[in-house]
C-alpha cells in the first residue's frame, strides 16, 4: 500500500504561535520515528513510539515539543509558542511490520513537513 | 555532538566515474549502518546497509566498504548517472539497549553528477 505521509506538506507559523503536524505510518507498523532536518543537514531524533508508548524522547529539544501516538497508529507532533529556530523540515518514519518491532529494520520516510517560523 | 562524520560535503562527478563517499565514527556498540539517498523535496530513502560482521556489501552500481578497526565506512558508486544527483547521508544505529531503532545521521553530501 501506501507509505508513510505527512500533512501539511508546508506550515508557516507566526513566532509564538502553536503548530500540530500529523504522521500517517504505513499500515500495520509499530515503530514510529520523528526526526528534525535543518537547512543543509542530516535527520536529527526527537522521538519514538512502540505502538502507543513512547519509549525515548531524549531527542526533543524543549518542553515546547509534545509528541503523541494515542492509538497506536497516527502520530502528532505539536510545537508550542514557535521559535524562528524551530524551522526546519519534521520528518516521520516507520518500521517493524506488526508483530515483529526490532530495533534492526528498515526506516521509511515520509516527505517531511517544512515549517518556516516568521 | 555529531556520532557520525560524514565527507566530502559537496561532490560533482562526471558521469560514468565514480563517486565516494566517507564516513567516521566512535561509538563502538553502532552495529547497523545504513546509507541514505534523499531529493529535493523527499524525505531520505534506504539505498544500502551493512552490518559490522561483513568488510563489503554490494548491490548494483552501490557498494558499501566498512573498516570495523578504523571504524570508518564508505560509499562507493560506479558509473555515476546524473539521476544519482541527490543528497546522500550515512547513518548508524544500535540494535539493542535503551536507543534501540534511533538513527544517528552525518551531515550529508550533495553528489552532483555532470552528463
Known amino acids: 500500500g501506501a507509505g508513510v505521509s505527512q500533512s501539511p506538506r508546508y506550515k508557516v507559523a507566526k513566532r509564538g504561535q502553536d503548530v500540530a503536524l500529523r504522521c500517517d505510518p504505513i499500515s500495520g507498523h509499530v515503530s514510529l520515528f520523528w526526526y528534525q532536518q535543518a537547512l543543509g543537514q542530516g535527520p536529527e531524533f526527537l522521538t519514538y513510539f512502540q505502538n502507543e508508548a513512547q519509549l525515548d524522547k531524549s531527542g526533543l529539544p524543549s518542553d515546547r515539543f509534545f509528541a503523541e501516538r494515542p492509538e497506536g497508529s497516527v502520530s502528532t507532533l505539536k510545537i508550542q509558542r514557535t521559535q524562528q529556530e524551530d524551522s526546519a523540515v519534521y520528518l516521520c518514519a516507520s518500521s517493524s511490520p506488526k508483530g515483529r518491532g526490532r530495533g534492526t529494520d528498515t526506516q521509511y520516510f515520509g516527505p517531511g513537513t517544512r515549517l518556516t517560523v516568521l | 555532538q555529531q556520532q557520525v562524520k560524514q565527507s566530502p560535503q559537496s561532490l560533482i562527478v562526471q558521469k560514468g566515474g565514480i563517486s565516494i563517499i566517507n564516513c567516521a565514527y566512535e561509538?563502538?556498540?553502532?552495529?547497523?549502518f545504513p546509507w541514505y539517498q534523499q531529493f529535493p523535496g523527499k524525505g531520505p530513502a534506504l539505498l544500502i546497509a551493512?552490518?559490522?560482521?561483513?568488510s563489503e556489501k554490494k548491490e548494483g552500481r552501490f557498494t558499501i566498504s566498512f573498516n570495523k578497526s578504523a571504524k570508518q565506512f564508505s560509499l562507493h558508486i560506479m558509473d555515476s548517472q546524473p539521476g544519482d544527483s541527490a543528497t546522500y547521508f550515512c547513518a548508524a544505529r544500535r540494535s539493542r539497549g535503551s536507543t534501540l531503532g534511533r538513527l544517528y545521521f552525518g551531515r550529508g553530501t550533495q553528489l552532483t553528477v555532470w552528463p
Open positions: 561509538n563502538t556498540a553502532f552495529d547497523y
Open positions: 551493512i552490518r559490522p560482521d561483513v
